[in-house]
């Protein structure tokens, strides 16, 4: 249903992209979201600035005086994950965040890739943009878009970028495809600027994005984001409940059912204890981002819950969260970390209202197909699973659809060499087409 | 032919007489909320004076994090529809740092007398104020006032004199109350429950004993927000003991096809239906006023009751998160339309010393997550799923309906479960948080209300 939609915010960016490039194309529009009025005089700076992520001794400072006084409240008994972020582990989280976490460290390893900003319809949009360090004579170069999502940020790719730009290094096939990889923050998010008016959604960054590629050069291109959208309606109910006893009838096969039923339980209950944050954030996005941008513990416990909970569902009854089996605590916390010093938490949330306060029913999601090839990796812990045949009401030319054996919704972080086979599975097919 | 129709007549009024000796209970909730196991001795019965302290420390631990606030500037034209505007928050924080005098404020909470004492394992919190004087021959009747979420006992500040003391403020003196206003567990000065599960009707229990311990076995009961499911399954549990029950808020969770056949056609046959033409202009048409208002207010309560610990964390550690949490509920519960103003008229109905006190109130006890716990504790199972939702309420009630709760109650739905409505008044005026904004209005609808009751005594016909 349509908070599936939500659930990959960079799904639905994807989307919108990728029904652009169809014959019965979606209107475009223009947009602009800076401060005050657009100059019609002045025209709009396209130069690409590099850009370096810095940080202070100030900045270090301020952090580590909050984590210092934070006020915790101690968690019920044997309530695990169950009522939300641990507090007791929590604690521990931050000892490590102010006593182990580098921060000067972390800033140079977001500095090895090339960052940059350039400025469209009115804000500055940050990207980084890896090329191969070697591509074998008259290969192509695949040039990949690749989208985050929410609570995550460009740095969820940083894994699997080598993976892509160069696969024979590590085994995933002879370099016979080879990616260039940009991965944008979306407005509002991390280091891209944050709009200034109302009503910036997915068709906005999609269009903005599209501007990129080709500011950068880009006719064609892949798109890459987690997720995807898609919009509950009859025929999926009643599919639902046929498929629990002849999936077959339905076009189910047994590995949807052994993952989407018992129906209710897998679905319903999961998706409404799920959905508390989307439904603030898509209603009061100011209200739920003002405390979390003035605590960083509060922020943290925020964005890792979602890190525990969205890996792995059984996570929940674990006093930890089991956030440490699948992430290392550095990488978590840079991420929470891309959030704190650029401030854009409430941002961040404001993108939910963006694109869910109007009716669901009339997302262009939902009326317009996808036509262009698409490939669909299904990873176990998502929570929910959406079958082939669903996933075809909106993606009409599915070129691969993979049932993956382990991992959740933050696919790149989680299984970067899974994800990057499937991709390059996926572009292979496609250039063969 | 005789024997049939004795047979029909007497098959009916056998029915029916059974249906109405059925006085369904709900059972009270034996519990134990405190810190590990439960131990073997008794309970400590004593009740033990209490005062609000503050410290330079906490001030200064305050005032800190308020000047290193980090804020995000809204978006351009945005008023309160994304939630608490920052620019307004902003100048709330520069009146809480500069002119809110904290010192004062605890002297003013304090003047009220306040008292702890443990039941079921937990540190009860509970003001209690006797009336000043009782003309010659009266007697005070007991009234126990429950507060909701996002407030507190220190709501029914400025309502607690007119009950108390109501000849001084121009109000009938023929029933002079003294008032107990309790904080629920894991609310404010109360201890958090540390055990899973402490709901509606632990509260209720809690109370219950709390006010059998103060030596009351009869009296009334009023209350908004949760206190009126509180309120509500303490009159389930205890009917012999409530003389009323009187509410500023009356939900109904257990809807039948009754009420969606009245939701779909009781704007055109509101007649049929029992709908007064003030029901029809509170909740017609239902998409706007019903459902999609509830859709985009109910977000805190959705995350509340799936993650509490997550959202709380923040607002525990930065009191400017917490006040804008807060103050965008006294905002919108107030009145609606109040989203549509920069400043979120805040200061129309309220001022901000009293909005502050009840915000510093969450902060100081630090008891935000806790609060929160109790969403999740009622609502996890979903809404309409628990056995005292089911459950009639048969004694006596006053319902003051005011007209800017975010969803309306019409009597005709309300009556379904409160079988015994004494009293059911269309206020002129008012918001969710009644004792605070209009208490010379709320406190009128209960006396009236006592009035009744006493007057008819009617605790005593309870189920007819």
């Not at chain 1, 401030?343 to 197909?369: C, H, V, W």
């Not at chain 2, 009296?219 to 029950?245: E, S």
Request: glycine residues 8%.
């Amino acid at each position: 249903m349509w908070l599936n939609t939500a659930l990959g915010v960079g799904g639905m960016v994807v989307c919108w992209l990728m029904s652009r490039r169809k014959a019965k194309r979606l209107e475009v529009g223009d947009g602009w979201w800076g401060s005050g009025e657009r100059s019609l005089r002045e025209k709009e700076d396209e130069s690409i600035r590099p850009f370096k992520i810095e940080t202070s001794d100030k900045e270090i400072e301020d952090l580590h005086h909050r984590l210092d006084r934070a006020r915790y409240a101690p968690p019920l008994e044997g309530a695990a994950f169950h009522y939300g972020f641990n507090s007791d582990y929590l604690q521990k989280v931050v000892a490590y965040w102010r006593n182990q976490f580098d921060w000067r460290k972390q800033v140079e390893i977001l500095n090895k890739y090339p960052h940059f900003h350039t400025t469209i319809e009115g804000i500055d949009i940050h990207f980084i943009h890896v090329k191969p360090p070697y591509v074998p004579h008259g290969r192509a170069v695949q040039p990949i878009l690749m989208v985050h999502g929410w609570p995550g940020s460009f740095y969820e790719f940083y894994k699997i970028i080598p993976l892509l730009t160069e696969p024979a290094r590590y085994g995933l096939g002879d370099g016979d495809v080879v990616f260039e990889v940009i991965c944008p923050s979306i407005p509002g998010y991390g280091f891209s600027e944050a709009p200034h008016q109302k009503g910036f959604d997915t068709r906005a960054t999609a269009r903005i994005f599209h501007k990129l590629m080709k500011r950068l050069g880009f006719k064609e291109y892949y798109i890459q984001g987690g997720d995807w959208g898609s919009g509950i309606t009859t025929n999926m109910l009643i599919q639902v409940m046929l498929g629990a006893y002849v999936p077959w009838l339905v076009g189910f096969t047994r590995e949807d059912v052994r993952r989407m039923y018992p129906f209710m339980q897998k679905n319903v209950y999961d998706i409404l204890r799920e959905t508390g944050y989307l439904h603030i954030q898509a209603t009061k996005p100011d209200t739920a981002g003002c405390g979390l941008n003035d605590s960083p513990v509060g922020l943290a416990a925020y964005i890792l819950e979602k890190f525990s909970t969205w890996t792995d569902k059984s996570f929940l009854h674990r006093d930890d969260g089991g956030l440490e089996r699948k992430y290392s605590l550095d990488d978590l916390l840079t991420n929470v970390m891309i959030y704190w010093v650029t401030s854009s938490i409430a941002s961040s949330m404001r993108y939910y209202k963006e694109n869910l306060s109007r009716d669901p029913a009339l997302s262009d999601n939902t009326r317009f197909g996808v036509y262009v090839p698409a490939g669909i990796a299904a990873f176990p812990e998502e929570i929910t699973h959406v079958p082939c045949c669903w996933a075809k009401m909106i993606f009409k030319n599915i070129v691969s659809y993979s049932y993956m054996p382990r991992g959740g919704h933050f696919a790149a972080f989680e299984e970067p060499k899974l994800l990057a086979q499937d991709i390059i599975h996926f572009v292979r097919r496609v250039e063969q087409l | 032919m005789l024997l049939e129709i004795l047979l029909i007549l007497g098959t009916i009024i056998f029915y029916f007489l059974r249906s109405r000796k059925k006085e369904e209970t709900l059972s009270f909730k034996e519990g134990w909320w405190g810190r590990g196991q439960k131990p073997d001795t008794e309970e400590d019965a004593t009740i033990w004076p209490f005062k609000v302290e503050t410290t330079e420390k906490d001030l200064s631990d305050l005032y800190r994090r308020l000047d290193e606030a980090r804020f995000t500037e809204p978006l351009e034209d945005s008023c309160f529809h994304y939630g608490t505007n920052s620019v307004y928050l902003r100048k709330v924080v520069s009146y809480w740092k500069n002119q809110f005098n904290w010192k004062k404020q605890v002297e003013i909470l304090n003047k009220y007398p306040q008292f702890k004492t443990k039941i079921q394992g937990i540190d009860i919190h509970f003001v209690h104020v006797k009336p000043p004087c009782l003309p010659e021959g009266q007697s005070a009747k007991p009234l126990l006032m429950v507060h909701g979420w996002p407030g507190s006992f220190y709501e029914f500040y400025k309502i607690i004199p007119l009950l108390t003391d109501p000849a001084s403020h121009g109000l009938s003196d023929e029933h002079i109350f003294e008032v107990i206003c309790p904080s629920i567990p894991g609310y404010g000065f109360s201890e958090a429950p540390h055990k899973k599960g402490f709901n509606s009707v632990s509260a209720a229990s809690v109370f219950y004993e709390l006010m059998l311990r103060l030596g009351f076995s009869e009296f009334y009961a009023q209350g908004g927000d949760w206190g009126w499911l509180i309120c509500t399954n303490l009159a389930q549990i205890a009917p012999n003991h409530l003389r009323g029950l009187h509410l500023n808020l009356a939900s109904v969770t257990n809807m039948g096809f009754t009420h969606l056949l009245s939701i779909l056609l009781g704007r055109y046959l509101p007649g049929l239906f029992g709908f007064q033409e003030e029901d029809v202009r509170r909740m017609f048409p239902f998409l706007k006023k019903g459902l999609y208002r509830i859709l985009s207010e109910s977000g805190y309560a959705h995350i509340q009751a799936t993650k509490p610990d997550t959202v709380g964390c923040g607002l525990n550690d930065s009191p400017v998160g917490l006040a804008a949490y807060i103050l965008e509920k006294f905002s919108t519960w107030t009145d609606l339309e109040f989203r549509n103003l920069e400043d979120g008229g805040l200061e129309r109905k309220f001022n901000l010393d009293d909005l502050l006190t009840n915000i510093m109130i969450y902060w100081v006890s630090g008891c935000i997550v806790s609060s929160m716990r109790f969403y999740k504790e009622n609502l996890q199972k979903g809404i309409g799923t628990q056995k005292h939702e089911k459950l009639p309420v048969q004694v006596p009630t006053g319902i003051a309906s005011f007209p800017n709760e975010v969803m309306h109650t019409p009597q005709a739905w309300a009556q379904k479960k409160y079988t015994n409505i004494v009293s059911f008044h269309l206020m002129p005026k008012g918001g969710h948080f009644a004792a605070l904004e209009e208490p010379e209005l709320l406190a009128e609808d209960i006396l009236q209300f006592v009035g009744k009751v006493e007057k008819e005594q009617l605790w005593r016909k309870k189920g007819e």
